[in-house]
């Protein structure tokens, strides 16, 4: 009875639950039906919108009633779907595109923000999410918020890889592409776009290919490959052309800058006028068609064929792009908007008014420029991207700059170099320094662990390919089978962006003041020194000299000529010595000084070099101040050398960090890696160093004691002298990747270690007053047009130490270990002196009978960020 009774109860249940899930199902299908009809017409609705969208942007002709009627539609669409997340996500982002075709690009990023913020909260899936992000980053860059941009398009690249939806992933790789190409880094915008086009070839979609083509054509110029770019835009042309693309007036810009810098200025006019007069041009189209106008008007009286009308033209032109900006940048609250079109405006207008003589509207353009540029760049070194690399590409607006006052008023000119170069760029380091420490979030040290992973593929490749082919670094660049290793670096790039988004939103960034001559102070210069300032391009090449009175300015070749006297100067150097020295480029190499140096200013003993990117490289120190057959007189016999990033900041009352570790000198030696030799001389010269500064705290970290920890430690970074001799990490290759050897350690049951990049070593502040990298080739690095950088050495001074001694070049570790020890002997007697403590110890190899050749002593170089600290680093 009792079981009986308790079956009948659970098959009660049982009924009534089935009648209850049959009834949810029933009341879905239902409520589904019901819905129907709203879904069936909200699609309809917004592929009508867009169908309207695709009119506008595709047809000749007035479309003013195109885009009221979509409008209209769009704020019936956001009125309905309110109270749906999804829904009104599809609305937002046309009211984005409906923003961009009425050139209202500040109400288009509030419309495309909300769009992927409800996107969100209905927990849509990666791809739109992917898709909303890649056009919000679109149009941030429209207004200058570069760095914000490409942290939302790292978002978006995670998203779309998730889903591994290749037409998204497309999207993102053409969109980061670009957005690296904005900032003035080719090299990498180059490997994503390959990367996209890859994508594309494999879809078959023929539209997507040809877009392909316009922009690898872009690339391709940016290379130098100017046919190859002419040819690949010519195709586009005439596919959107015979589709009625829109994207026919991109193709037509793109082509009048090809033939542009093949000085065909016929041809370029008339394809700028083609896409000027275009109805269907944006307004970011019509400003870059008006500027190259303007270019092409420059081009033809820089070239001496320019008539009058050219001048007119130019003249109406400058006041007609000027009032788009001005207008443009009030509509939007933001004198930021646009960056790349006003960097290109400001450096064709100072270029006309240069032309003109006209030095008011040099200085008024010129102060304008320096400040945008000068945010745009804070804005991505926030961000941990190389803020360098986009003033490498602004560079040839200063140039014009430059180029201007050096003609029509040389009291200005040192005022804007020692403004303009007087922050220091942070290189390559990132913000989170507990990702090293493993107090960060799981999934970010996933990636970075990936990331590093990537980087040392890519390192061991390319050492790999130089062994095979027997060529030194400068000639392995032509030799070394670039596609695989483009395939590591482009992986390697994909690790950096991945861990670099999980990274939080940079602070704003501030604006700058511009400074003039009327305001800027003039450094003093102790009698004792000598400093010369360098500006070398091809257009205005020059040196100023500062000694305790007025500048001195002196004449120097074109920057291509400078740079191949350098090259010619190294190849002598940077070998070991089989026979006599060959004097014939280190004489050469004298024309980098002011005429009549030793004469003029003998009462001088150091010489202070403010290097461009040009000459920083440059070996002064063996610089021939002789002529056969005089014997060989260096310059560094008569002279302490000392290289700083700005004569202000060497000489100013700058307060610098001074703080103290506990340890006066800490020495990291004879790192043991897998894939480096032994370097015994440098353990040798450890123990050395370390009795040298027995009397002081000393503690060392040798052999397998040093690690990558070890060199991050608080002591390694806060002490007064910071001694690393261990193998250094550079190949012209890929100038991009620079290290040092580490010894590896277990962590987690696998071996980390062996290489530290500048990513994880810069991920600390640095207070030393002294660094002495005792490797090959540590003041190498990436050429940034203006700037140099990239270096280990400029990382360890942009992080904060006081000064730097580097290697320009690979010196046997011998030789290496007795240059220390000599060095590290003069700096203990005479009080931390450490210009005075080089400049004795190389005076002393050139007096050896083994050591006296310039390959073993003139490549070490010491920079400094203020004069006080390398007189005394104790």
Not at 403 to 414: G, S
Not at 464 to 480: C, M, N, Q, V, W
């Amino acid at each position: 009875m009792i079981w009986s009774g308790l079956r009948s109860y659970v098959h009660g249940r049982r009924r009534a639950a089935w009648t209850a899930f049959l009834g949810a199902v029933l009341l879905a299908v239902s409520q589904q039906l019901a819905d129907f009809p709203a879904a069936t017409a909200h699609t309809a609705a917004l592929d009508h919108t867009w169908m309207l969208f695709q009119k506008v942007q595709n047809e000749l002709g007035p479309k003013a009633q195109e885009l009221e009627d979509a409008g209209s539609r769009i704020l019936l669409g956001l009125s309905e779907t309110r109270r749906d997340p999804m829904r009104q996500s599809d609305w937002l982002r046309a009211r984005w595109f409906y923003y961009l075709l009425n050139d209202d690009h500040a109400r288009a990023r509030d419309a495309i923000a909300a769009s992927r913020q409800q996107a969100l909260e209905a927990d849509a899936g990666p791809d739109w999410i992917a898709t909303v992000t890649n056009e919000l980053s679109y149009s941030l860059i429209l207004l200058g918020e570069v760095a914000k941009a490409k942290q939302y398009l790292r978002e978006a690249i995670v998203l779309a890889s998730q889903r591994n939806d290749p037409q998204i992933l497309t999207d993102q790789y053409y969109s980061m592409a670009d957005a690296y190409r904005k900032t003035g880094e080719h090299s990498v915008a180059r490997r994503y776009f390959e990367a996209a086009r890859q994508l594309d070839l494999a879809t078959g979609d023929k539209t997507r290919q040809v877009g392909s083509e316009l922009r690898l054509g872009s690339v391709a110029r940016d290379a130098g490959a100017i046919q190859e770019a002419v040819q690949r835009h010519e195709r586009a042309l005439t596919e959107f052309h015979r589709e009625g693309n829109f994207r026919e007036i991109i193709a037509q810009l793109e082509l009048a800058r090809d033939y542009a810098a093949l000085r065909n200025f016929d041809r370029a006019e008339a394809y700028a006028t083609l896409a000027r007069r275009d109805r269907r041009s944006l307004l970011e189209q019509r400003l870059e068609a008006s500027i190259l106008q303007l270019q092409i008007a420059n081009d033809r009286r820089r070239a001496g064929v320019g008539s009058r009308a050219d001048v007119a033209r130019a003249s109406d032109l400058v006041q007609e792009i000027e009032g788009m900006i001005l207008k443009s940048t009030a509509e939007l609250e933001s004198e930021f908007s646009h960056p790349t079109r006003q960097v290109q405006f400001y450096e064709q207008a100072i270029r006309h008014y240069g032309l003109n003589g006209d030095l008011d509207n040099v200085s008024r353009n010129g102060r304008r420029a320096i400040r945008l540029v000068k945010h745009v760049a804070a804005g991505l070194q926030a961000t941990n991207d190389d803020a360098l690399a986009f003033l490498s590409s602004a560079q040839p607006l200063l140039n014009e700059y430059v180029n201007a006052l050096y003609r029509l008023d040389r009291r200005q000119v040192l005022p804007l170099l020692e403004t303009y170069y007087s922050d220091p760029i942070a290189v390559g380091g990132q913000r989170h320094s507990s990702v090293v420490a493993r107090a960060f979030e799981t999934e970010a040290v996933k990636l970075f662990d990936r990331y590093r992973t990537a980087q040392q593929e890519v390192i061991d490749a390319t050492a790999e390919a130089e062994r095979l082919t027997g060529f030194a670094s400068a000639e392995a660049r032509d030799k070394i089978d670039r596609l695989d290793i483009d395939q590591l670096l482009l992986q390697r790039d994909l690790a950096r962006d991945a861990y670099l988004a999980m990274q939080t939103a940079p602070p704003a960034p501030p604006v700058f003041a511009t400074e003039d001559a009327a305001t800027f102070q003039m450094p003093h210069v102790p009698a004792t020194d000598l400093l010369v300032r360098y500006f070398v391009q091809e257009q205005v090449s020059f040196g100023v000299v500062l000694a305790g009175g007025q500048p001195v300015y002196f004449a120097l070749p074109p920057r291509s000529q400078v740079v191949q006297m350098i090259q010619r100067a190294i190849g002598v150097l940077a070998s070991p010595p089989h026979s006599e020295l060959d004097r014939a480029s280190l004489v050469e190499l004298a024309k980098l000084l002011p005429p009549d140096l030793l004469g003029r200013y003998s009462g001088a003993s150091r010489l202070v070099i403010v290097a461009d990117d040009a000459v920083q490289v440059a070996p002064f120190a063996a610089i021939d101040m002789a002529k056969p057959p005089q014997p060989y007189s260096p310059l560094a016999e008569g002279f302490e050398l000392v290289k700083t990033k700005s004569a202000v900041r060497y000489y100013g009352t700058t307060p610098v960090d001074d703080s103290r570790g506990l340890s006066d000198v800490v020495i990291f030696a004879n790192a043991v890696a897998e894939r480096s030799p032994d370097l015994p001389n440098s353990a040798t010269e450890a123990d050395v160093i370390a009795q040298m500064f027995k009397r002081r705290v000393v503690q060392s970290f040798v052999g397998p004691d040093a690690t990558n920890d070890a060199l991050l430690s608080d002591d390694a970074r806060a002490a007064s002298v910071l001694h690393i001799a261990t193998h250094g990490y550079f190949s012209d290759a890929t100038p991009e990747l620079v290290g040092l050897a580490t010894s590896a350690t277990a962590v987690e049951g696998r071996l980390e270690g062996g290489f530290i990049g500048l990513t994880e070593l810069f991920t600390k502040h640095f207070a030393s007053r002294l660094v002495v990298i005792s490797g090959c080739e540590t003041m190498r690095g990436v050429d940034y047009r203006g700037w140099s950088g990239g270096s280990l050495a400029d990382g360890f001074l942009t992080q904060g130490a006081g000064s730097v001694i580097g290697m320009l070049w690979k010196v046997s570790d011998n030789a290496t270990a007795k240059l220390m020890i000599v060095f590290y002997r003069h700096l203990s007697q005479n009080g931390g002196n450490s210009s005075l403590a080089l400049h004795e110890a190389q005076r002393e190899l050139m007096k050896s009978d083994l050591l006296k050749h310039p390959y073993y002593w003139a490549g070490v170089v010491l920079e400094s960020s203020n004069r006080s600290i390398d007189q005394a680093v104790f």
